[in-house]
């Protein structure tokens, strides 16, 4: 079983950084990607940005384009989400997955999730 535990978030003011962690555990794990999602109070889960683990090849959603920044410590089996200029309009639960089989922006295709770290950011 895999487990992803999230840890990092905060509160921060605008412009501010944060930088999330997602560990990994599980005595196979071996994840094709993972990715970064996020859920708005009262919106859907959204796409953040997603790593083809062998690679580090990455994918990304326009909205934190030249402001986030997704990197992974494949010895430590670690995923972070370095995040600067913070906005308001990034407050949000920030989740971790992991997908076994593909590399998507889709967050129903992962296979594994972390619990969430929450990440506000006062104007």
């Known amino acids: 079983q895999v487990q992803l535990v999230e840890s990092g978030g905060g509160l921060v003011q605008a412009g501010g950084s944060l930088r999330l962690s997602c560990a990994a555990s599980g005595r196979t794990f071996s994840p094709y990607a993972m990715g970064w999602f996020r859920r708005a109070p009262g919106k859907e889960r959204e796409f953040v940005w997603a790593?083809?683990?062998?690679?580090?090849?990455?994918r990304y959603a326009d909205s934190v384009k030249g402001r986030f920044t997704i990197s992974r410590d494949q010895a430590k089996n670690t995923l972070y989400l370095q995040m600067n200029s913070l906005r308001p309009e990034d407050t949000a639960v920030y989740y971790c997955?992991?997908?076994?089989?593909?590399?998507?922006?889709?967050?129903?295709?992962?296979?594994?999730w972390g619990q969430g770290t929450q990440v506000t950011v006062s104007s």
């Open positions: 790593i083809r683990w062998s690679d580090g090849n990455t």
């Open positions: 997955a992991a997908d076994t089989l593909r590399y998507g922006s889709n967050w129903y295709e992962y296979d594994y």
